[in-house]
């Protein structure tokens, strides 16, 4: 099983950076997908996430990523996608996809924990800096 995201580096405030995570080695059509990030001394948090069966679903977003980030997925590909803008600071962060649902976020706060999820890629960073 491999999870390879892509598309991380440094960006200006207000910039935006597109990521993808290609996987092989299970079956991503029948997955939803989650992107997770870590911020330096910070816990997991879930940013956008994806079932399965899209076209019959909406995508989930807390609502700090809600009209910023967009999740996607091309199941031809196995392929997930994470198009960012208007970042802000904040968003700096190491980012990875994983496979599975997160949990519910709780006033706001929107955390996963790595046995939550199947499966993990390696990640991304991300630095949103001037």
């Known amino acids: 099983v491999q999870l390879l995201e892509s598309g991380g580096g440094l960006v200006q405030p207000g910039g935006s950076l597109n990521l993808s995570c290609a996987t092989t080695?299970?079956?991503?059509?029948?997955?939803?997908m989650t992107w997770v990030r870590q911020a330096p001394g910070k816990g997991l948090e879930w940013v956008a996430a994806?079932?399965?069966?899209?076209?019959?679903?909406?995508?989930y977003y807390p609502e700090f990523t809600k009209r910023r980030f967009t999740i996607s997925r091309d199941n031809t590909k196995a392929t997930l996608f994470l198009q960012m803008r208007s970042l802000k600071a904040d968003d700096t962060a190491v980012y990875y996809c994983?496979?599975?649902?997160?949990?519910?976020?709780?006033?706001?706060?929107?955390?996963?924990?790595?046995?939550?999820?199947?499966?993990w890629g390696q990640g991304t960073q991300v630095t949103v800096s001037s």
């Open positions: 994806i079932r399965s069966d899209y076209l019959a679903y909406p995508e």
């Open positions: 080695g299970f079956d991503f059509n029948n997955y939803d």
């Open positions: 994983a496979a599975g649902l997160p949990p519910d976020c709780i006033n706001d706060v929107c955390k996963t924990t790595k046995s939550h999820h199947k499966y």
